[in-house]
């Protein structure tokens, strides 16, 4: 008999059901209810994994309390959500995407990985990776944006960095790609609502991105605490059985969202906890997070009939050969055991900084205020985000320690030390007082530049932070406005964790940069572009709406019967705005210039089992040396079923000296050219595809060919 085995024919009901109870530490508080005492409940076998603890010292006390004390000696599967970074912190997740990088989204997953694992963490419930198309939601912060192919990749990279070669190495953390599925969709974007979607859309939209996580081996997966069409994830066992476990082939855990099995009791499809207990057990929920309803449930729902000892083993099972995988049954102690390089603390702030200033999005640039003059000697730093460490870190800060942050001011200090910059916020965040504008009009007034730094504070986006306007928060837009009216160049800076819809600001400001929460080297990221050091590299993984009306908005939408026609009244558009998003999808400037040609597609016909060559020239017509990002899309004008305007299927960077040109190229399989047909499956069907090469989504600017599918 193997460990496992024996393991579980030496397990009482009681200890079997430990292993599928997640208790929360107090360090943290991450969701509601109360917390339970955790010493007694480690000894008595009663508790088989915690979340929220971190820290050498926390961690092994409490690990030697399983290990020594506790009948069998299982040790503790350890969870913290370490989503973007964990002592040093990386931008949050959106940002991050706007990389569109999968080697640094994969190095930044491991340098949390690594510093997760000094602090004794074995577990992360990361990679998030719902696709969103509602910036009302706050957790499109942690979103990879609205792209199911990009959320494929970020599933991959992401996996791969926290995982690393081998999951019991002592550097590794299991990662959760959570929340399956369709969160993303909430009704409104409005936190926990139900979600309605099709069969069609998750297979298209919502799936892929679980399926890429389970190629990659992910350990674990969380699904949603919402419902979809009816039927609560967290007990949706078509979904984990049927399609995780079976076609995905999925082999890890499944752990539930926090305290998701209680209120199985809110969705009215459970009556009690037993009850609550025994449907998410047996729809596949191996462990359940903080709500106690299997330790209170289990046993009696064995007794009424409603679930099975077999049922029960199987997730034990798989709970225990994830701690096995881990390596915690040789060494539960192996995490933390070796103390970091020297060096690596410098080589994890070297990779923030560059991941932030990627990160950064240059919105707008009107008459090329960026980057600034060298010339200038004094600058006035406005708004309530300039000097704000703490909002810096974004929504999950994990171990990230606020005095660690470099704030816009800070950066923009260090950066030019010859220039003098002043400083008032004018306004608070979200406070109702204008009592610091005039200060701030008047150090406008005897500037040569103003930076205003604007925007949402890091809780008004993240978990439970949904909003329904998504303008600026208390008085800036009053602040804002009146900086504008002085007449002087005034370059914004917007710190948020969701696209905000502000025209007013678009159409007044200077330049524009979408700086999101960019960690601990934001304020220096900032001022890398700002000054030019750095060339803007990141484009939007979101389409920027204009108004909050025209959510959801995404670039993959199916073609309408009446498509939009500017002035044509019976088309699909607003009688009060265009339906055209303000910046779209794959939107980003940079101070270089790039010019798209000479687009080749072959061969010009094919058959399954071959590929696409697609390739076009880049050239940098600017004077500056740059880097420029390449989308290909395809689009399949006719097919059985309707198929989205534009559909991303590649990315390419080329790095251009001033005046360069470059050839890039890419090899599509035509499998990617399948579709989910009308019976559900995928299918590939013969004709013309439409292959098109763009800086964005928008088509002006494309390069654009087609290709012939013969089967
Ligand atoms: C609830 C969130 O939905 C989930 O993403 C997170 O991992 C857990 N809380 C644990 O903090």
């Not at 439970?464 to 804002?480: H, N, T």
């Not at 017509?621 to 990002?629: I, P, Q, S």
Request: aromatic content about 6%.
């Amino acid at each position: 008999m193997g460990r496992i085995d024996t393991l579980l024919a030496s397990m009482t009901l009681e200890e079997k059901i430990g292993q599928l109870n997640m208790v929360a530490s107090s360090r943290v508080i991450t969701g509601p209810g109360e917390l339970r005492d955790l010493e007694d409940g480690i000894r008595g076998g009663r508790i088989g994994s915690l979340l929220n603890l971190w820290g050498l010292e926390e961690t092994r006390a409490v690990q030697r309390l399983a290990v020594e004390e506790s009948r069998l000696g299982v040790p503790l599967l350890m969870g913290l959500d370490v989503i973007h970074g964990h002592r040093t912190i990386f931008p949050v997740c959106l940002a991050e995407a706007c990389l569109f990088a999968p080697d640094l989204w994969e190095k930044t997953a491991r340098a949390a990985a690594e510093e997760a694992t000094e602090d004794g963490v074995a577990l992360t419930f990361a990679p998030m990776l719902d696709v969103a198309r509602d910036p009302r939601w706050g957790r499109i912060i942690e979103s990879p944006g609205e792209d199911p192919w990009v959320a494929c990749q970020m599933a991959a990279a992401k996996t791969r960095g926290f995982q690393g070669q081998d999951l019991a190495a002592q550097d590794s953390i299991a990662a959760t790609a959570k929340h399956l599925c369709a969160y993303g969709a909430v009704t409104a974007g409005r936190e926990y609502a139900s979600a309605d979607v099709s069969e069609r859309t998750l297979r298209e939209l919502y799936l892929p991105p679980f399926a890429a996580a389970v190629h990659a081996r992910v350990a674990a997966i969380m699904p949603a605490f919402i419902d979809v069409a009816g039927v609560a994830m967290t007990v949706n066992g078509n979904l984990m059985q049927g399609w995780l476990r079976g076609a995905a082939g999925f082999d890890g855990v499944v752990i539930s969202d926090y305290n998701a099995v209680a209120e199985l009791l809110h969705h009215g499809v459970a009556s009690d906890l037993v009850e609550a207990a025994a449907l998410a057990l047996n729809a596949g929920v191996d462990i359940d997070m903080t709500s106690n309803a299997y330790v209170q449930g289990l046993a009696e729902a064995l007794k009424r009939g409603l679930t099975t000892i077999a049922a029960i083993d199987a997730s034990v099972r798989r709970v225990l050969a994830l701690k096995e995988r881990l390596g915690l049954f040789d060494d539960p102690y192996r995490r933390g055991s070796a103390s970091a390089p020297a060096g690596r603390a410098a080589e994890r702030q070297t990779l923030a900084r560059e991941a932030a200033r990627r990160a950064i999005v240059l919105l707008s640039n009107r008459g090329q205020a960026l980057p600034l003059s060298p010339e200038i000697r004094r600058i006035a730093v406005i708004g309530p985000l300039a000097d704000a460490r703490g909002e810096m870190l974004g929504s999950w800060a994990s171990a990230g320690r606020p005095e660690d942050a470099v704030s816009i001011l800070e950066g923009l200090r260090s950066a030019l030390p010859n220039c003098r910059i002043d400083h008032v916020p004018g306004v608070d965040i979200a406070g109702e007082s204008t009592d610091g504008m005039p200060a701030a009009l008047g150090l406008c007034a005897e500037a040569e530049v103003v930076v205003l730094c604007l925007g949402e504070a890091a809780a008004m986006s993240g978990e439970a932070a949904s909003r329904v306007d998504l303008g600026l928060p208390g008085r800036q837009r009053a602040l804002a406005e009146a900086v504008l009216d002085l007449g002087k160049p005034v370059v914004v800076t917007l710190s948020s964790g969701r696209p905000l819809t502000l025209p007013w600001l678009f159409e007044r400001a200077d330049a524009v940069l979408a700086t999101w929460f960019l960690g601990h080297e934001a304020g220096h990221a900032v001022a890398d572009v700002v000054t030019g050091a750095f060339n803007p590299t990141g484009r939007l993984p979101v389409s920027w709406p204009r108004h909050v009306g025209q959510i959801p908005i995404f670039y993959n939408e199916l073609p309408a019967g009446r498509p939009y026609a500017p002035g044509v009244h019976y088309t699909s558009t607003y009688l009060d705005s265009p339906p055209t998003p303000q910046f779209p999808f794959g939107h980003g400037l940079s101070y270089s210039r790039f010019a798209l040609s000479d687009l080749s597609c072959e061969p010009a016909r094919l058959k399954p089992g071959d590929s696409i060559d697609v390739s076009a020239a880049v050239h940098n017509e600017a004077g500056v040396d740059g880097e420029a990002t390449l989308f290909l899309f395809v689009r399949d004008p006719v097919a059985s079923v309707a198929r989205p305007l534009l559909e991303l299927k590649g990315i390419q960077k080329a790095v251009l000296k001033a005046g360069e040109r470059k050839t890039v190229t890419w090899r599509l399989p035509v499998e990617e050219l399948a579709f989910v047909g009308q019976g559900l499956e995928p299918i590939l069907e013969p004709g013309r595809v439409e292959i098109h090469v763009g800086q964005s989504a928008d088509p002006e600017g494309f390069v654009s060919g087609a290709v012939e599918l013969v089967l």
